[in-house]
């Protein structure tokens, strides 16, 4: 696709439920990164795939987090059993392999809002 | 590990007047450093980069950066403000694992 899509754009869950975030990066983007932005925060890195592979995921906050991606594209991030402290925007981002992030940078998505009730 | 700072929360500047968004930068190597831009209910938006070459960069929007090695600093300015400008800027070094570990952020407030 032109960008990169992310569904839902808005997802409110009861706290214990577990939730689905879709990631559909640029077309071609081998590279694509996980962040997650709380209320006051800056953006905190969570995980980073390399086509299938995910060699660095230093960020993610505790084993209710997960993520993969299938086919070298879509990537699913999931959150099992939320909490409150879940609740934040979850952005993605693609970009070219190799020096892409030196060379580009990141596209981002709009990101999704989790709220955790 | 590399790391940015923005030690400014919010920058506050009346429309016409110029602005600077401070970032300082803590890396092993040549820094790779950029700026982001996130209106509101958007995702971030690249402005420009600092690779090698020239010390001062322009990007989208008029804005600018100068990378000074001495200092280790990156600010973004821009020679007169727009209150459309006013947004959350965020400044970015890569890593040496090939992601980017962003500033905490910076809102500016251009007033009318």
């Known amino acids: 696709g032109a960008g990169v899509s992310q569904s839902p754009s808005n997802k409110v869950t009861e706290k214990g439920k577990d939730v689905e975030l879709r990631c559909d990066p640029i077309?071609?983007?081998?590279?694509l990164y996980w962040y997650r932005q709380s209320l006051g925060q800056g953006l905190e890195f969570l995980i980073y795939f390399q086509g299938n592979s995910a060699p660095d995921k230093s960020g993610l906050p505790s084993d209710r987090f997960s993520a993969e991606r299938t086919g070298g594209s879509v990537s699913t991030l999931t959150i099992q059993r939320t909490q409150q402290e879940d609740s934040a925007v979850y952005l993605c981002a693609s970009s070219l392999g190799g020096q892409g992030v030196a060379n580009y940078g990141y596209t981002f998505g709009s990101g999704t809002r989790l709220t955790v009730v | 590990a590399q790391s940015v700072a923005q030690p400014e929360d919010q920058v506050n500047v009346a429309e016409g007047n110029p602005l600077t968004v401070k970032c300082t930068y803590s890396v092993s190597g040549n820094p790779y450093l950029f700026w982001y831009v996130q209106y509101p209910n958007r995702g971030l938006q690249f402005l420009l980069k600092y690779i090698t070459g020239d010390n001062l960069v322009k990007g989208s929007y008029g804005f600018e950066a100068e990378f000074n090695k001495s200092q280790t600093s990156f600010h973004l300015k821009k020679p007169s403000a727009l209150v459309s400008d006013s947004a959350l800027y965020f400044c970015?070094?890569?890593?040496?694992?090939?992601?980017?570990?962003f500033g905490t952020g910076t809102r500016l407030q251009v007033f009318p």
């Open positions: 077309s071609g983007h081998t590279a």
């Open positions: 970015a070094v890569r890593d040496n694992t090939d992601k980017l570990i």
